[in-house]
T-cell receptor, first 113, second 113 residues
Framework: ETGVTQTPRHLVMGMTNKKSLKCEQHLGHNAMYWYKQSAKKPLELMFVYNFKEQTENNSVPSRFSPECPNSSHLFLHLHTLQPEDSALYLC????????????FGPGTRLTVT | DQQVKQNSPSLSVQEGRISILNCDYTNSMFDYFLWYKKYPAEGPTFLISISSIKDKNEDGRFTVFLNKSAKHLSLHIVPSQPGDSAVYFCAAHSGAGSYQLTFGKGTKLSVIP
């Protein structure tokens, strides 16, 4: 595997379900990110981890819970989501924060019913 | 309020001609700018970047121009090819110590054979 991978690619869940999104980067990067892309909106940064430590949380509701067990893996745990949480969730990584380009995975298309 | 704006949602260009994609920003703290390309069902792919200390950066068919006084940047693609058809996102970064990239909504480029 190369680059940034995400699983699953598609997910449909009910509002009472609990599910997790997984991201893995094979680039040797230190920083990992979760973004949300809703229809007709810009990509919105949700969380940043640098060397496994969370460094940014952009006022994301607590029904989204990130986990970063090591520099290569990032999870987004989902519970009691709302239909408006339906979106494309993208994971990215970078060598470090700052000026280094971020490399994105293919995303998970989430539908909350 | 959007800090990075791409005012053209779509653009159509003939194959072989120049494509010019525009981006405006409002935050004077932004000092590094990036362009990403996104195909359907894939994550954004880094294309080219420019630091605020430069006014031009070139990579093959892609050139990015930065006009700091106007808070405007543009991406030129010459010559345009059908494979360039994608959504192009402009993104901006506000300096060392911050991990946040602020994205525009994107411009969908269609290159007509």
């Amino acid at each position: 595997e190369t680059g940034v991978t995400q699983t699953p690619r598609h997910l449909v869940m009910g509002m009472t379900n609990k599910k997790s999104l997984k991201c893995e980067q094979h680039l040797g990067h230190n920083a990992m990110y979760w973004y949300k892309q809703s229809a007709k909106k810009p990509l919105e940064l949700m969380f940043v981890y640098n060397f496994k430590e969370q460094t940014e949380n952009n006022s994301v509701p607590s029904r989204f819970s990130p986990e970063c067990p090591n520099s290569s893996h990032l999870f987004l745990h989902l519970h009691t989501l709302q239909p408006e949480d339906s979106a494309l969730y993208l994971c990215a990584s970078s060598q470090d924060g700052g000026r280094y380009e971020q490399y994105f995975g293919p995303g998970t298309r989430l539908t909350v019913t | 309020d959007q800090q990075v704006k791409q005012n053209s949602p779509s653009l159509s260009v003939q194959e072989g001609r120049i494509s010019i994609l525009n981006c405006d920003y409002t935050n004077s703290m932004f000092d590094y700018f990036l362009w990403y390309k996104k195909y359907p069902a894939e994550g954004p792919t880094f294309l080219i970047s420019i630091s605020s200390i430069k006014d031009k950066n070139e990579d093959g068919r892609f050139t990015v121009f930065l006009n700091k006084s106007a808070k405007h940047l543009s991406l030129h693609i010459v010559p345009s090819q059908p494979g360039d058809s994608a959504v192009y996102f402009c993104a901006a970064h506000s300096g060392a110590g911050s991990y946040q990239l602020t994205f525009g909504k994107g411009t969908k480029l269609s290159v007509i054979p």
